[in-house]
């Protein structure tokens, strides 16, 4: 049944099929090719009604084929087009009406699913000329016109989040645009740039930063809503066009919601992790600014939002301009600053905790400016590393210093500062070799100082990396240790001679509040379990050197014993041997705030008493008991047996008393329960409320204070 031989008929005479004769043959490939399903025939009557259509086809719609017939044929054609425009049944009822032949005429199939045809028919006629009908043939399209439709959505999204792409967001904005002139209102524009994106992705691998970036793109469209479009740009930038968005309060509380949200961690695998986001906000401004200039002004507030420490957003104002301008003559003149001598290295000492003696110094790079002066490298360094020149600048350090350090003493060492980039080219090691030999200088007094931040690149070339410059026998340092994002199991992976703790943790150290002690005495801790010697960096005051020295670290290194210096005065320096401090007020002395259960023998008595803080040279002290003034007294609280003292004052139930020999503030540390419980009583009445204050904190954890 179906096949062209069994002509289903309808109208008697008047089918053309009649007027045809039938080969077996013919027939056979005929049904070959409907049931291939590639395509199927059909042919109507000359007023319009199928009386012939392939069973595949009725098969396809669900049907019977012999229910279709003497039915009209456009009855099989959906009126709906996509975009709801022309139809294609009208198309075919006007051709079919007008006995016009077509070819490739595509419709869609009135059915659920949806199902496209290509279909061509010519009319017919007999020998008289007559018209017959019409008959013809049509393939099935419904694939190819589902692809179509997907390169389409590909074309408009972006593949990783679905978010509309680069072009799909040009078009939103010139919309944005356009409307915004026509309704006399203003649209506004984000662009986004992930922070620490880089990180996660080279740490926890691609797939994983993918995965980030999915949810990022659900995070955001959460935000947006319907406010706006949001798209991906491509990495990790993104764009929201706002078409009716204009009004800086809103646009500010929008852009801090996407900042606060963006930053909430995310868990990825199990990890959790955390980013943040920097947003730079333009509004159209009822000129004829085009989507190319709102775009680079976006561009310019998102470079100010990341300059002014990321996490931020900043609105685009015309200074931006002048201010991007000022950073592309910078990045000339820094181009030839090299070559024209405005670059030289200052050296800054480092020394030895205990003996003050200068171990080596750290070469810091300076750019004497023709027109700006001084500039830090702070700030030409990054701007070296973006545009390439970081390398040639990095090998003229090493250099430089490695020739004036051989100039010195031979125990005093130099340290240089690496840039990431310069440890990932693979041309490093032979660079250090070469420079040590043409300077002569031993390898053992070359320092190599870098950042947590080598540490995010793959981790074979690090390892690599690493045993070669061991190998030619410099030192390595681990720089502004504890400022980084990545964990601290390369510590035990890498050899480091050297960490040193950033200045960060180094300021604020001895504010009671801070915890920074604490830090410290950690990251000294873990490095001298691994043999590494530790340096404070950015050591500025006799407090600081006084807390660095307590809690263990090595060398020091700050402003207290040299800022950093030309090459003369370093060089009479290392001659010299030793820093000098500089002449100050009297020294005050370090302050632990403690509480801590004590026995006051006072005047053939044994007292319950406690401390409350204590330093080198005394502490103060509570007691119930009355006491006087100048009264000799022996404290006892588990430190080392008895303390001999004298009262200096009095008020209420504390007293300050001076030590006769300094203490050694070590021996209060750790705080264990103590040691000689059998001559410590702890009077009764601490005991209720022994920890309750709030201020009280044994060491080490509230570090030290100073009052
Ligand atoms: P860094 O390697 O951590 O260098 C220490 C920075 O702290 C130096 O700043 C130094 O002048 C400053 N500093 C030292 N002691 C004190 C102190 O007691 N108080 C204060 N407030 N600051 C102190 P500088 O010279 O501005 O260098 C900044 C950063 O620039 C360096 O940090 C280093 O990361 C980078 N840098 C400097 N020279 C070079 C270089 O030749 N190559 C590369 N790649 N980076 C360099
Ligand atoms: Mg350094
Ligand atoms: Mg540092």
Redesign the pocket.
Known sequence: MGSLGRILRSGGNSSPAEARPQTSRAENLLQEFENSEKGWFWETTRDGMLSYISESVAKALGREAADLLDRPFTDLISTETEDGAATSERTLGFYLSSHVAFQDLIVRAKTKNEIWWSITGRPVHNELGHFFGFRGFASDLTKVRQSEVELDRLAKQDSLTGLANREMLRRALDDALLGAVRRKHRCGVFLLDLDRFKAVNDTLGHPAGDTLLRLVSLRLREVIGDKGQVGRLGGDEFEVVLPATSDKKELSDLAQGIIDSLSRPYTINGTAVSIGASVGIVTSDYDDRTSDDLMRDADLALYAAKAAGKGCFRFFAPEMHEAARQRQLMESDLRVALEKEQLW??Y?PCVDASSEAVTGF?????WNHPEHGSI???EF?PL??EIGL?NE??EW?MRT?CATAATWPEHISV?????PI?FKSHALPTIVRMVLADTRLDPERLEL?I?EGVFLSNDDHVHDMIGALKAIGVKLAL??FGTGYSSLSYLQRVPFDKI?V??SF??GATDPASRNAALIRAMVGLASDLKMQTTA????TQEELALVRELGCSLV????FG??MPPEEALELARKGAATLPEQAPQRELRIRIIRAALLHYQGRVLGARLRNISTGGALVECREPVEVGSNIQLDFAAGGLIDGEIRWTKGTQFGCQFREPFDLKLLQPAKPAKKASTVMTPTYLKANDRSDDDAADWPISGGSTK
Not at 362 to 366: K, N
Not at 415 to 419: C, E, K, Q, R
Not at 537 to 540: D, I
Not at 557 to 560: E, L, P, R, T, V
Request: without cysteine.
């Open positions: 290295l200052a800054q750290e070469a810091l790079i300076r830090s490298p702070a360094i070296a590393e970081i600048i990095g350090v210093a340290a240089v500062n690496l840039s310069q100082e950042t720089d502004d040193k950033d200045r180094v300021t960096e950015g050591v500025e290194q700050g402003y207290i800022k950093p």
